[in-house]
């Protein structure tokens, strides 16, 4: 019996509206991130090719922006302290997130509760838990006085006010932060490790310790790039955690990129200088990404 034509048509449009139903419906959002991420990104690109204060302006006037950025003091003090804070950032997150998750992955008791409150600094915003540690850095009010108060007179951690350590500070409360990610990233690796391989070598006689340095680390080489991606990453756009500790003091000598560019930017009102360091950053940024995205696509070429 034939199909009405209409009804024919019906199941036509039905059909064509499934398989391009999943377009629909990624399609504002690929849109809006065409134009708020990469339409901004072209668009302070342009800006810091102006001389744009409190306004934007859209006559270009060359790398002049960037002429005066490399010649500020202030910005090679930040891109000093991002050098510091990044390296030291990456190097104590990774060896406390590895130690931790050897620990966990001896199957200990409450490891659930223990994994729990590792991760817990990394769902919190550093602003709410900022206060609390400005509170203990403080030389009058936190872990000096309280020193102190036990005995130890002589005792001093100023580190706070003092425009020679101010960016360990930073360091501290970063890897308070997100040593549980690092953690969460190097105990998932451990897990998808046969266990076969490691009572293999503990039947060859190898100690645990030697297990993990000589076998298990070695192969989580992926996971140890992938933790210094995501954690350089993280460092180049660091912003609550100098604003709400140091605001990048005492004077400037904490300030990280991230601070300088809105200083400059929102503060005062030197929108194309500010731009123009924004863009350095994002240099920066993709200086890290694009070798990891090389990496990852040529390993699955030759896989």
Not at 80 to 90: C, D, V
Not at 141 to 162: K, P, Q
Not at 181 to 208: H, K, P, T
Request: charged share 15%.
């Amino acid at each position: 019996m034939p199909v009405p034509e209409g009804r024919r048509s019906g199941r036509g449009f039905a059909e064509r509206l499934q398989f391009y139903l999943p377009e629909i419906v990624l399609s504002p959002t690929v849109l809006a991130a065409v134009i708020f991420i990469y339409g901004f990104i072209l668009w302070t690109a342009w800006i810091s090719l102006t001389n744009s204060g409190l306004l934007p302006r859209y006559d270009l006037a060359g790398f002049t922006q960037y002429v005066k950025l490399f010649q500020s003091g202030r910005w090679w003090v930040a891109s000093r302290n991002l050098a510091i804070f990044g390296s030291l950032f990456i190097l104590f997150c990774i060896l406390f997130g590895l130690a931790l998750a050897i620990l966990l992955d001896q199957r200990i008791r409450a490891e659930g509760a223990l994994r729990t409150i590792y991760l817990y600094p990394m769902a919190l915003s550093f602003i709410v838990t900022g206060p609390a540690w400005r509170w203990l850095l403080n030389p009058g009010l936190g872990l000096e006085r309280l020193v102190r108060e036990m005995g130890w007179t002589s005792f001093t951690f100023d580190w706070l006010v003092n425009s020679k350590m101010s960016i360990y500070t930073i360091v501290i409360a970063g890897v308070w932060q997100s040593t549980g990610f690092v953690m969460a990233l190097f105990l998932a690796g451990l897990r998808g490790i046969d266990d076969s391989i490691i009572r293999a070598a503990q039947v060859d006689g190898a100690s645990l310790p030697k297990v993990y340095w000589r076998i298990i680390i070695p192969t989580m080489r992926p996971v140890f790039f992938s933790a210094v991606i995501i954690l350089s990453h993280i460092a180049i756009k660091s912003f609550d955690l100098v604003m709400v500790l140091t605001r990048g003091g005492p004077g400037y000598s904490s300030d990280l990129p991230a601070t300088f560019m809105y200083t400059f930017a929102f503060t005062r009102n030197r929108l194309g200088f500010g731009a123009a360091s924004a863009m350095m950053m994002f240099m920066a940024v993709m200086a890290i990404i694009v070798p990891y995205l090389y990496s990852e696509l040529r390993v699955r070429r030759n896989g």
